[in-house]
């Protein structure tokens, strides 16, 4: 069974850091791309970055210069380094995308649970 694990969140004050990572496990050939998305209270799941497989990224205007995707192509693992923190950036995060089986079939991964990020003021 393929899945995604989301791991790293936790209570930081603003301005702090903190490295969210995001593990693939299962029937996975290749990871062709992956995002990181947040969910507010209240809000939309809203595109934080992504990454592809052949490096090219983009990011929300609102963590430009902020955060960093990367990702670990032989652990199947993708990491989200968020720096300099605010308290808007206060979401449950959540990682997804598509990856090639070993049938050379593209799939989407399903969710996963999240991991909770908490910016205080």
């Known amino acids: 069974q393929v899945q995604l694990v989301e791991s790293g969140g936790g209570l930081v004050q603003a301005g702090g850091s903190l490295r969210l990572s995001c593990a693939a496990s299962?029937?996975?050939?290749?990871?062709?791309?992956m995002g990181w998305y947040r969910q507010a209270p209240g809000k939309q799941r809203e595109l934080v970055a992504a990454a592809t497989s052949g490096g090219i990224t983009n990011y929300a205007d609102s963590v430009k210069g902020r955060f960093t995707i990367s990702g670990d192509n032989v652990k199947n693992t993708v990491y989200l380094q968020m720096n300099s923190l605010k308290p808007e950036d206060t979401a449950v995060y959540y990682c997804?995308?598509?990856?090639?089986?070993?049938?050379?079939?593209?799939?989407?991964?399903?969710w996963g649970q999240g991991t909770q990020v908490t910016v205080s003021s």
């Open positions: 299962g029937s996975i050939f290749s990871i062709n791309r």
């Open positions: 997804n995308g598509d990856y090639l089986d070993y049938s050379g079939i593209y799939r989407s991964f399903s």
